[in-house]
């Protein structure tokens, strides 16, 4: 009987389509759970504890984040910048990374802008630094770039 050999064969097609159909959603299904446990046991950016210490510093923006680089700040001496047994050494002016904290964005900045910024310091587990805080300053706001006074060695 060919029209019924015919008949079982479409049958049997249409559970081979189901079975597949099955095993697609599965394999699909795999894929988008497998990335989501992965994100969520990924480690916290921010599991560095309380900062060594928190410093205010005015610059100007050198280069805004991209996302293979950090905010970059030429900044003005910080003077009481203190190393990591706490004695003042001061820092000069220099072009320096400054990774953001966690909801602080550089939104109305350009390269060139004079800023304002709070900066947090980490020394263990390694030595990090965190902009807390960037506010703009008047276009035209005299910076001193000069040395910095310091007791450092
Ligand atoms: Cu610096």
């Known amino acids: 009987m060919p029209h019924l050999r015919l008949h079982r064969s479409s049958r049997e097609r249409v559970v081979i389509a189901f079975i597949s159909l099955a095993l697609i959603v599965a394999g699909v299904g795999l894929l988008v759970v497998l990335p989501a446990c992965g994100r969520s046991s990924a480690p916290t950016p921010t599991a560095k504890g309380a ?7 005015r610059g100007t923006i050198d ?41 602080v964005t550089v939104d109305g ?7 304002e910024f709070e900066f947090s310091v980490w020394w263990e587990p390694r030595v990090a630094y965190e902009v807390t805080r960037v506010t703009k300053l008047p276009a035209g706001t005299a910076l001193n770039f000069g040395p910095a006074p310091t007791g450092g060695r």
């Open 109 to 115: 900045l350009a390269v060139g802008d004079v800023v």
């Open 51 to 57: 900062p060594a210490a928190t410093y205010t510093a």
């Open 63 to 103: 280069a805004l984040p991209t996302p293979s680089a950090d905010l970059s700040i030429r900044h003005e001496p910080i003077p009481e910048f203190k190393d990591k047994d706490g004695k003042v050494i001061g820092m000069g002016t220099m072009i320096m990374p400054f990774p953001l904290a966690k909801g």
